[in-house]
């Protein structure tokens, strides 16, 4: 009776350790998946700045300052590493995107012609809809990250996961940029 009840709770151990394991599995692909989608958002920037290139080409003799910021933009997003989340790459990028939008708005008005080119208008349209999309791709990745970070750190996962899997935290997305703006820091 007693090695029954000791196979038993051994079985039921084991169950417990696999499901905590597999729940790390789980919130790790979920982790990947979302940075995936913030590569390929980004990445789907790279056709509209292809076309954007080819109209400020028109104007690069005025310009040429922020045909270069969009050329070296949609290089970096093509840089993008889809199997490994760096996130500092990722701020790289998102800094040299608020340097091109501000740039291009230098040259809407210098250039009013420009502005009123259908093409270009509906280009900067685009490249704002794929920032919205690359802003929300970047919440859902740091939810996931959130939720793997605290799967891997509350006990006794963090037992499991150093015997089996040995993940290591990962570093969520912050713009730091945008933090310098802030006057308000949390006493984490």
Known sequence: ???LIFI????????????????IVRYFNATKRAWAEVANFERQKVK?????????AQYTHFEKSTLEKVTELRQQILNLN???ADV???????KLNQDVMRSLNVVIENYPELKADTLYAKMMDDIQEQNENV????TIFNRNVEEFNNTIQI?????????TLAKKSIRPFSDSITLQNFDYRPNF
């Open 155 to 163: 006990f006794p996962n963090n037992l499991i996961n150093s015997v």
């Open 82 to 84: 889809l199997d490994h």
């Open 48 to 56: 509209t700045l292809e076309a954007l290139e080819q109209t400020l």
């Open 8 to 23: 038993g709770i051994f079985v039921i151990a084991a169950i417990w350790a696999i499901s905590i394991r597999n729940n």
């Open 1 to 3: 009776m007693g090695l």
């Open 88 to 94: 500092s790459h990722l701020q790289h990028i998102e």
């Open 135 to 138: 802003g929300a791709a970047i």
